[in-house]
Each structure stands twice: as C-alpha cells, then as structure tokens.
C-alpha cells in the first residue's frame, strides 16, 4: 500500500499485485516440467527464470520490497525464489544482506530455491573481507542439522571457496557431516566433487581418509565421475577410490 492505503499501480508492493503479476507469466507446459523436479507439496506456476530475475531487479530497486513477501499464506515456489534473488540484487552492504540472508534461510524448503539463492549471492566474492565474514556466517549453519540450511553452507562452498587457500577449512566443516539428510548429503557430495576437479591431488589424499557415511562418499565418487573433466587415467583413478 502507498500512504493513501492504496495498492500502486505499477510496482509489486503487495503480494497480491505480485502473484498477479507472476499469473500471468506463468505457463501451463513449463509449470508441469517445474513440477515434475520439485517436491509434490510445491505449488509451482510455471513462471521461467529470466522473467523472475527481471522482476527480481526491478523490486530491489524499489523501498519497501519486503511488502510483496509479508503475507502469511503459503507462498508459490516462484514467490520463494523471487525473495531469494531480491536479496541478491539489494543494494545494500554485507552486514544488511546478511541479515536478509539470515531471515531469508528458514523459507528454503527445495533444492532449486537453494541452489539459485546461493548463486546470486555474487558479494561474497567481491573482496576478501566479504568473503571472510561470509565463511563465519555460515559456520552455524553447516552444524545446523536441518537439511536446507546444511545444503545452503554447502552450496556457498562450492560456489565461492574453491580456491586452495579454502580447502583445508572446506574440508575440516565438510568431514564432518556424516549421516545427513538427502539433499544435504547431496550438497556434501557435490562440494567434494567440485573440490576434487580443482584439486586432484588434495582431495584424493583426503578420500583416501574421509570420515564421511559411505552413502554421502558413494555419492561424492558418483559426481566426480560426471564432471567431464576427469578422463582416461585419472577416471580409473577415482573409480579405485570407491569403498568395498
């Protein structure tokens, strides 16, 4: 609503005005493809990416965007992603973000949401000084114990600490989250096999001594074996490392 209790008429300032908008983005074909990848609790519309990124952009132009996500009902996957990537495009320092990314953690309930609000959150990167705060950001988070928020530090992980400088303190958070949920295991997994596709040498030494369940390895073996990357000798490699 603007001052005068009215809805404005060319923003997204209330849910309603936006779930209006996104009604009519939707598309009947690609919402049954969202649908088939997402979980069968999701109310999925059908709206694409790039139409969401450029009301994303717009709406983090605006004051007062967090309007458009104060209602209480349940919200459409679309609306969750939406939200996610407004706090990407803020304009705002790390210390405001973060609070919006803290806020913003417990509405994560897939892995698409997580995986693309992870994407967007390009600051980290942007100075050392980001990154570092970052890395203490997430620590609480890969101790969490719930699936998404285990998923999001992970996801963080191989998105902006790749580099060999991080892969002592990747590793030390990572070897330690054993027996997790699906698609925190899956996060883990994914992470080690990024790692090992700019480290081959590290990460085979730490394979050879991981402390992770054997479900969680299995699926780290299984990624690194996907990435295109890893041929010829180094795939017999990776294929020797598996548990027997």
């Known amino acids: 609503m603007d001052r005068n209790g009215e809805e404005r008429e060319n923003g997204f300032r209330t849910q309603r005005s936006l779930r209006a908008e996104l009604e009519k983005l939707a598309e009947p074909d690609y919402q049954k493809f969202s649908a088939h990848l997402l979980p069968p609790d999701e109310q999925v519309l059908g709206v694409r990416l790039p139409a969401l990124r450029k ?7 605006e004051e007062g965007w967090q309007d458009a996500f104060s ?15 407004v706090i ?3 304009p705002c320092g790390p210390e405001e973000r973060l609070s919006y990314i803290r806020d913003f953690i417990p509405l994560i309930h897939n892995w698409s949401v997580c995986d ?3 994407a967007g959150l390009r600051f980290t990167a942007e100075s050392p000084q980001n990154k570092e705060r970052v890395w203490q950001f997430l620590q609480p988070y890969f101790r969490s ?3 998404y928020a285990v998923r999001f530090a992970c996801v963080m992980v191989l998105n902006y600490y790749t580099e060999t400088d991080d892969l002592e303190r990747d590793l ?4 330690q989250l054993s027996e997790q ?9 994914w992470a080690i096999s990024m790692l090992y596709v700019r480290h081959p040498r590290q990460m085979k030494e730490y394979l050879g001594n991981s402390r992770l369940d054997d479900a969680t390895y299995a699926r780290a073996i299984r990624k690194i074996l996907e990435s295109r990357q890893i041929q010829g000798e180094e795939r017999e490699a ?7």
Do not use: N
Not at 71 to 85: C, I, N, Q, S, T
Not at 172 to 175: Q, S
């Open 71 to 85: 209602d209480r009902e349940k919200p459409y996957f679309e609306e969750v992603m939406l939200h996610g990537m």
């Open 55 to 61: 009301i994303a952009r717009r709406l983090a132009a």
């Open 88 to 90: 990407g495009y803020l």
């Open 145 to 147: 114990g719930e699936e």
């Open 238 to 244: 990776v294929r020797a490392l598996r548990r027997k």
């Open 116 to 118: 693309s609000f992870c």
């Open 172 to 175: 030390a958070e990572l070897d």
């Open 181 to 189: 949920p699906y698609y925190a295991s899956m996060a883990v997994a």
